[in-house]
């Protein structure tokens, strides 16, 4: 099960303050359980903002969000949440990364071991297993994340621009590495970018959001098979369709944008 | 190896231009010996005291002669205990504060305004509170480091990465597993970099504290040799000063990689 329904969901950050920031507007969508889906949308257009209520780290000002059908009350590790940035712990090795999730619950430590290791062997980490987090390269890094949140069983994967800091080569072959680990697994992605190749290569479904604050513009189904040609014609549709859909947004967006610089330099 | 035996070589030239004109200007005499007497005699005091090198802890006064060892180990005692407890208290107060805003605003305040009282301003208070003895030197080092530990942990805790907080969290942590596995690891390396900022500041005050009252460790032997008029013994114990401060302080640095090899994750 990995089914996830938000209804009217709206996000305000500082409430009650002077920087109030609304970053989601009544947005409603739903992800079926099992589907790859991938949320692009111009930058600052509160993608982060939708993974951190997903995951229930931050509870949304207004709608209701619900996960198989119950409300989200707070983190679960049933859906794990993968950053950007490298969130391994630089102190700890990397296996002993990939079990904290079991240590937290108590498990003793051969047995998250083991377990970890089974995970370390899937995203071919095993030799990796007692370096530590600097030793490993970004993606290597992101790896291990990714074997952390399916250590712990986890049937959601968020994803928040998770390649985004690799580069080319690295982000294409993580891009397939990921699609291996999903395929037939049963668990449901929902993935946040701001880079249309990578959409259009792995979703099921692209959901495309509008500048700040983010409300739904469009959902497109991706109707290739995988793996998928990136240099096919239909690939080439859908990257003109997502540049079309976000051109208009990501305007609008720097205009504000200059608008607010202009008059915050005037106030000051 | 080779950048070792390089650096090693540049130490032995340096030490030695240094007491090689000392000892040049005292076989010409140039300098007054009696005041200023070279290496090659003041470290000869030292065979005076060998037959006190006993496993007493203090010093004994027994007319000129006073333990080299003993009083090592008197003044060794006292920085290492004042720290460790410095470095507990703070820790456990730091914590306190950083779960409790009604805590940390009710003690903020207080604590900055002792902060920058001298370790050294406190031994008067010290020595009537505690009596002659460790007591008022151990609490010197203590309030020496004490509130500056206490201030850098509380500022560590907030600056926490909050991508790794957020990652145990999502991981199923509690508040209590992520204050253990997450922030006290990732503030450590802060900690031993204030600890070891403010070690010699520690150091003068245990040493002032021996001269004027505590009566006993190296710093006593300093006072003595100047009331003796008896410069030899004033030199061996600023020699032994000089060398205990700089094996602390290597001591800690060696601490610092082995033990906490990662760098902090909190930006301060």
Redesign the interface.
């Known amino acids: 099960m990995g089914e996830i329904v938000c209804t009217n969901v709206t996000k305000v950050w500082g409430v009650g303050t002077t920087r109030e920031v609304a970053a989601l507007e009544n947005v409603s969508f739903s992800v079926r359980h099992g589907e790859f889906v991938v949320v692009i949308g111009p930058s600052g257009c509160g993608k982060s903002t939708l993974l951190m209520l997903l995951s229930g780290l931050e509870m949304p000002t207004g709608g209701t969000i619900t996960y198989n059908g119950e409300p989200i009350t707070g983190p679960d590790a049933d859906r794990s949440l993968i950053f950007q940035q490298p969130s391994l712990f630089p102190w700890r090795s990397t296996i002993d990364n990939v079990a904290f999730g079991l240590q937290l619950r108590g498990v003793p430590r051969k047995e998250r071991r083991q377990q970890a290791e089974k995970f370390l062997r899937q995203v071919g980490l095993r030799e990796f297993a007692n370096k530590h987090p600097h030793e490993l390269s970004g993606g290597m890094q992101q790896r291990a994340a990714i074997a952390r949140a399916l250590c712990l069983g986890a049937d959601v994967l968020l994803m928040d621009e998770p390649f985004a800091a690799l580069d080319v080569q690295t982000r294409f072959h993580m891009q397939s590495f990921l699609l291996d680990i999903w395929l037939g697994s049963g668990k449901t992605v929902v993935f946040v970018t701001h880079h249309i190749d990578e959409a259009a290569y792995l979703a099921d479904r692209v959901v495309i959001f509008t500048a700040r604050p983010g409300r739904l513009l469009d959902s497109v189904d991706i109707d290739m098979p995988r793996p998928r040609n990136v240099i096919s014609p239909d690939f080439e549709r859908y990257r003109a369709l997502f540049v079309e859909r976000l051109r208009s947004e990501v305007t609008r967006a720097f205009q504000e944008q200059e608008l607010a610089e202009m008059l915050d330099t005037r106030i000051k | 190896m080779r950048s070792l035996a390089v650096r090693a070589g540049w130490w032995v030239l340096s030490v030695g231009t240094m007491v090689g004109l000392w000892e040049l200007a005292a076989a010409l005499d140039l300098i007054n010996t009696v005041i200023l007497p070279p290496p090659r005699v003041f470290i000869r005091e030292i065979e005076n005291q060998a037959q006190f090198l006993l496993p007493q802890i203090g010093v004994q006064r027994i007319g000129g002669n006073f333990v080299a060892l003993t009083a090592i180990w008197a003044s060794f005692l006292r920085i290492v205990s004042g720290l460790a407890l410095a470095f507990i208290a703070a820790v456990l107060l730091g914590s306190l504060a950083f779960s409790l805003r009604v805590f940390h605003k009710l003690t903020y305040p207080v604590i900055t305004l002792l902060a920058p009282i001298a370790p050294v301003a406190w031994i008067p208070f010290a020595l009537v509170a505690f009596g002659i003895g460790d007591g008022a030197a151990i609490f010197v080092v203590f309030v020496g480091i004490f509130f500056v530990l206490e201030l850098a942990a509380v500022n560590s805790m907030k600056n926490v990465?909050q991508?790794?907080i957020?990652?145990?969290?999502?991981?199923?942590?509690?508040r209590r597993?992520v204050m253990w596995?997450?922030i006290f690891?990732?503030i450590l390396p802060n900690l031993f970099v204030i600890m070891r900022v403010n070690l010699f500041g520690a150091w003068m005050g245990v040493l002032t504290a021996e001269m004027v009252g505590v009566n006993t460790g190296l710093g006593t032997i300093v006072l003595v040799g100047r009331q003796m008029m008896n410069m030899n013994l004033t030199f061996l114990g600023m020699a032994m000063i000089g060398i205990v401060g700089y094996l602390l302080d290597a001591g800690l640095g060696l601490l610092q990689r082995r033990v906490?090899w990662?760098?902090s994750?909190a930006h301060v």
Do not use: E, I, M, N
């Open positions: 990465d991508h790794y957020d990652t145990a969290r999502v991981l199923g942590a509690s597993q596995h997450v690891p990732a906490l990662w760098k994750v």
